[in-house]
Nanobody
Framework: QVQLVESGGGLVQAGDSLRLSCAAS????????MGWFRQAPGKEREFVAT????????LYADSVKGRFTISRDNNKNTVYLQMNSLKPEDTAVYYC??????????????????WGQGTQVTVSS
């Protein structure tokens, strides 16, 4: 069992930066691929980024590539999402996700075993 708690969301202006954090507890953090998904009002949840257990492989959605960076600190049981050059279309609830295994999380979310409760990110124009 893994518990995931996100933090770092908020209201920012277009062009600003935010860093989301997700603290994991309850099981061996380094056994899990981690990732971030988001859901905007009236839309389905969508993939944002994922990182392998060792941190040596990452994958990003095209919409955030070059602006967002996912990283993890296995000593702190925490995964991060650094978001730069934020746009109004990045407005969504951001969810942390964990999936047991040595690969990356699948972009459709089918390999996710645990979800966080979400943190709101609002980008004003």
């Amino acid at each position: 069992q893994v518990q995931l708690v996100e933090s770092g969301g908020g209201l920012v202006q277009a062009g600003d930066s935010l860093r989301l954090s997700c603290a994991a507890s309850g099981s061996s953090f380094s056994d899990y691929a981690m990732g971030w998904f988001r859901q905007a009002p009236g839309k389905e949840r969508e993939f944002v980024a994922t990182i392998r257990w060792s941190g040596d492989r990452t994958l990003y959605a095209d919409s955030v590539k070059g602006r967002f960076t996912i990283s993890r600190d296995n000593n702190k049981n925490t995964v991060y999402l650094q978001m730069n050059s934020l746009k109004p279309e990045d407005t969504a609830v951001y969810y942390c996700a964990a999936g047991l295994g040595w690969g990356l999380l699948g972009p459709r979310g089918k390999t996710v075993d645990y979800w966080g409760q979400g943190t709101q990110v609002t980008v004003s124009s």
